[in-house]
Structures are given as structure tokens and as C-alpha cells.
């Protein structure tokens, strides 16, 4: 089976990185303190990155470290996204967005065989690829991780059925989360490029970038 694009021109993009539903409204949003307001941003969900006004900043240390340069927080325990704004925010930035706000994943491949994706520009996520238990996955002529909240391409087997991951490819890509900020006080946002676990053997590489 192949996954990849039709005809000539552009790599089609596929994408997680999206708008925060609810975050256009002015009724979600909740002043916290001077120029710092919050939303609700659950359940089950995490910001890593954010995008306010198609312009990513970086993420602040402390939730009262928040300032004009490192313009959000999550806090984890209760799934609420603090940014910085002069105003409510659904009406001072035209658009908050998050590299998971459509799906923790971009492309799943779990219990397959004999794949290939090619010729396409994969985004966002916090996996932009995720290979679970699937031998023979083939990855080839790829964009992949722009935006990705935390790894480009994760492969490992699944210990509860002990199927491998075994005898991958990756040929010809460019893997690159686009994330330039450096985060000194905690583990960065985004973290690998490609990561083989458990279960992940027997996989080539050729002209990466």
C-alpha cells in the first residue's frame, strides 16, 4: 500500500498544527492577572507549541514568568493554556493555534506490513509519524516534523502483541520541526528527529537531512 501524493507540483501538506477550538471565542477565555488571561484546553490535551497570530513564541519557564517575549504556559495538572495578551485574546490575536490541536498524531501506522509514504510534506503532531508494530515501512521523498510538538518519526514494536517494527527505510528526507528556541530549564519542546525504540531493527537510512 502507498500513501503519497497525485500528479506533479507541491508536496500535499498534512497537518496536526491547527486553530485552538473555542480559543476565537471571548466568553472561554478568563483574566488570570494584568495582561495574562487563560483557557481551558481539554480533556485529554497538552499545548507544546503555540502559534498566536502565525507567530510562534516560546513557551515561559513559570506561569509568572509570562511576558511579552515568552507568551504562554500550560499547566499540565489541569489543562489550561495561560498566554500573554493586552486584551481578551480571541479579539487581540487573529488566530491561537497548536501543533496537536487536530491529533496527537499525524500519520499512525500500527499493526501493518509493506507500507510506503511518499512525496509528502507531514506536519505537526506531537509524532509526526508514528510506526507501531509494522514491518516493511518505507518513508521516501518526504517534508517531515515541520511543527511537530516533539518528535518527527517514533518506531518501536508493541510489546503486548511482541510485533516488531522491523526493516524500515527512510530515503531521501528532510526531518526538521522548524523549532529554533532553546529551552534551558526543561527538556526542549521538540526533541528528536527520528527515535527507534524497542522492538525497532534492522532500519536504513539514506540522504537525510
Known amino acids: 500500500m502507498t500513501l503519497g501524493a497525485y500528479g506533479r507540483g507541491d508536496r500535499p501538506i498534512i497537518t496536526c498544527r491547527d486553530h485552538i477550538s473555542g480559543s476565537e471565542l471571548l466568553s472561554k ?22 502559534w498566536l497570530s502565525g507567530k510562534e513564541y516560546p513557551k515561559a519557564k513559570t506561569l509568572s514568568e509570562i511576558n511579552s517575549t515568552y507568551r504562554w504556559y500550560f499547566d499540565y495538572d489541569n489543562s489550561l493554556l495561560y498566554v500573554y495578551s493586552e486584551s481578551n485574546p480571541a479579539s487581540y490575536y487573529s488566530d491561537i493555534e497548536e501543533s496537536m490541536a487536530v491529533a496527537d498524531v499525524t500519520v499512525l501506522i500500527r499493526n501493518e506490513s509493506y507500507i510506503t509514504i511518499e512525496d509528502l510534506d507531514l506536519r505537526g503532531g506531537r509524532y509526526t509519524v508514528e510506526i507501531l508494530g509494522s514491518d516493511h515501512i518505507t518513508i521516501e521523498n518526504c517534508n517531515i516534523g515541520l511543527d511537530a510538538g516533539h518528535i518527527g518519526i517514533w518506531v518501536s514494536g508493541l510489546p503486548e502483541s511482541k510485533k516488531t517494527s522491523n526493516y524500515g527505510i527512510i530515503r531521501n528526507c528532510v526531518i526538521d520541526c522548524g523549532c529554533r528556541f532553546r529551552y534551558y530549564y526543561e527538556k526542549a519542546q521538540t526533541e528528536d528527529g527520528i527515535h527507534l525504540r524497542d522492538g525497532a531493527n534492522y532500519w536504513g537510512y539514506t540522504k537525510i537531512q
Open 29 to 50: 477565555w478568563k483574566k488570570y492577572s494584568e495582561n495574562i488571561w487563560y483557557l481551558y484546553y481539554g480533556p485529554y490535551k497538552i499545548a507544546s507549541r503555540v
